[in-house]
């Protein structure tokens, strides 16, 4: 092969100046939130502040879920075994695929081909309807709806609220919605999932779905490092890692402070 | 192995309740920023204003370096193979440690051993000097001081002037400080670069040495999202990737608009 | 979830007695080769000689393919940043999938969509125009045909070869050199490289398309931990590592003893 | 940085000919087994045939123990997210470590010190006998002895047999035994594990400790396949998977044939 150019458009690194997408890295530092930036990396522009907080929302929304999720589950077998932490990061981020994490991108093609049908003139309604037939002919569960555990998932409607306060809800935000008063009609509820809800607000930011599971594996990150650390000062090694066992032992409920 | 309980103290989830050190997640999400709920979930409490903003900051600063990282080579490799996007965020993962990422975990040991001699009641000059003899007659070199390619580090200038505005500045701040003065004495300078910033700040926060590499992953992550969706869109598959042949094209220097 | 029983009939552990398949794993050691323990492991029976020799060629034929590899830069990345063996390892696992190693499992594929014509009556040259037809018509170029580097794969005659003297040739192996003569006939020559005869050769002998990678990773782990252990005795940490630039220092060229 | 040129030692690759450590590959394929494949890679040189059969053996006695290791665990939690098959197998590499698998390595560094004593001149009863007063007084368990649910680990005496036969035993066999024997004398038995064994053949191979997790990653990289595929096939996807529920269902108990 000859040798040959390419480009990046990302970062710019000179002697004591980095600059992403053109700004100065250290003066994006304390002065716009680690949400804007994410935006900002991916995007190429810097959101508004009411998105921006929207992407916080929505990370801080995948921060963790427990000890059951499979990728927790392999994140602590790893740590049990001694590996460091950047080993234990990294078998989580391969346990987040189709079935776990992945209902995000999954979803945001589903929506997406419901927002067509919105752009195209056809009410939420009637597009979200042909979109349950269309699954359901196909024999595919619907991704982005129902949980394991919550029949009502908390984080959608917050997430989904913050959404609309920002401005930034659109046709894929009006379709899941469709879909799931579609699905209560038709005596099949099933809830709008965390996962569902990030999709139809990441699809309505105008993010690519290849990009859905990085913003999981990114948030989760912060979950994984408190369930390495926690495997290493409570567990010993090699032990056997039964999550029905676990009992949650930490602090309780509690409320933020009005001041917030 | 007989059956046996364990207990986490992480996250406790119930039918529509999930609560994160207490906190009902759909309660944080909008109310506090990703740096917060990091702090929180890994040190068990909410940190103040202040200190969610410096470890906000302190993410922002790790969120890219161009395509020169051993790491990113070895997302871009990955991806340039097909690899779906969790699994290149993985084998970025894998390549942070010792040379790289590492010497956070490595400055943060350092500088706690000048930290227990300034808590000892000697001054962080004398204490710095110290560790650098130390560090000479052992044949190490200094992690966290020194970079390829920046002779003054501007992230580094940025945190710890962050760290002090927030008065989460300690000890190890200033070992790290007094450390530059006194190879600048010596005639051999070396700036603080943002790995031994970055050290010093969550060392001065309490944070376990343990941890650090999960900062960056977490943080990098990000970029390695923008660096994998770039070499999908702008590549071809199985390409020689070819760090030196790099050009920068992306947006022209600028400013952040001085509202912010 | 209730507590659910579940099964796995690879191997039982006792105290003292481990079954791999019904057979002891300590009668199994000295008695069969790795190749034979492989077939056994994956499909339940023992292999006759012929074929167990055969599965040992075919992980041997991927042993190794020098420092271009993305997969191999990915280890060799990993390694410079210090990482163990162990996350160099799995890096270069990661960086197998469609473009670099897998291949073999859309050849397999269409291999089997060429056998079940054979099958049915079709002669083998009609079966491959047809299918030489289909790809293009799909735009889709012919996986496991073709070489950046060779224009004739020592591997793949020598493993047909080997599979025609094992008796486990079959209707696989048949499409894919229709294939090749079909191409050579149309004028636009293409070898079956080593990816399309270790997919002929796994399909005839009836293993899954979805195992096909991990014979690949299987093998080429002998290959990555020679690179690790190379790049740790004669390199430095976080060096530039530009494929173009290496040069082969080794054994020089060499034949086996005839005695074997 | 300039351009730097650089060597590797192990693959040559030229248009239609692949030597590694100077042979053709295709030469190799059929005529060397894979463990004088993997020993040429590392080595330089093809072993001997008997030491080709002990390195075969060798890999083979680790090719499987069931679904309990932590490491087939994280395999099929990632399995049941829907990961890919090298995923699942990175997965598996990532939670190698210290404490499983990893005992190889810190035996051979143990058994070092032994059978620098013994090449010294020393007994290997009194060189044994002064490594266990080293451990304990340490505070540390000898690794490569005892195991959780062996008393007598049936591959390890079949491993040291052929090792004997081999003509390869040396003084890190001798002192392994050694061991066994000081502590049988002294009233805590422990036997000398798969691991310890292994770690004693290697050592007296001649092989770096650094690349003896290595190994145990390259077979078990064949039960692993085994596990994803019966995860695939035998169950669905996101389970909860309890090793301690997990009954086995294969092949009853049956002997090689005497032929072999």
């Not at 990085?214 to 408190?226: D, N, Q, V």
């Not at 066992?245 to 602090?251: H, I, N, R, S, V």
């Amino acid at each position: 092969m000859p040798e040959q150019g390419w480009a990046s458009a990302i970062t710019s690194v000179a002697p004591n100046e980095i600059r992403v997408r053109g700004y100065r890295i250290d003066e994006l530092m304390g002065r716009v939130s680690f949400g804007e930036a994410v935006y900002l990396i991916l995007r190429g522009e810097l959101p508004g502040d009411a998105v921006g907080k929207l992407v916080e929302a929505m990370i801080v929304a995948s921060v963790d879920h427990g000890v059951t999720p499979p990728s927790t589950l392999a994140v602590r077998n790893a740590a049990t075994t001694g590996a460091p932490l950047n080993a234990c990061l990294a078998a989580g981020a391969l346990a987040v695929n189709k079935h776990h994490g992945g209902a995000v991108e999954d979803c945001m093609r589903l929506l997406s081909r419901g927002a067509a049908r919105v752009q195209a003139g056809e009410a939420a309604a009637v597009a979200a309807t042909a979109l349950i037939g269309e699954e359901k002919a196909a024999g595919r569960r619907l991704p982005g709806f129902g949980h394991r555990i919550h029949t009502d998932d908390p984080r959608s409607h917050r997430l989904l609220t913050l959404a609309k306060e920002a401005g930034a809800s659109g046709p894929h935000v009006a379709v899941a919605e469709a879909i799931v008063a579609a699905l209560a009609k038709g005596g099949k509820a099933l809830p709008l999932n965390v996962d569902g809800a990030i999709a139809a607000v990441l699809a309505d930011l105008g993010f690519a779905p290849e990009l859905a599971n990085g913003f999981f594996i990114l948030a989760r990150t912060a979950g994984w490092m408190a369930h390495v650390a926690e495997e290493l000062q409570r567990e010993k090694p090699m032990r056997r890692i039964d999550q029905q066992a676990c009992m949650y032992d930490g602090a309780r409920p509690r409320e933020l402070s009005s001041s917030r």
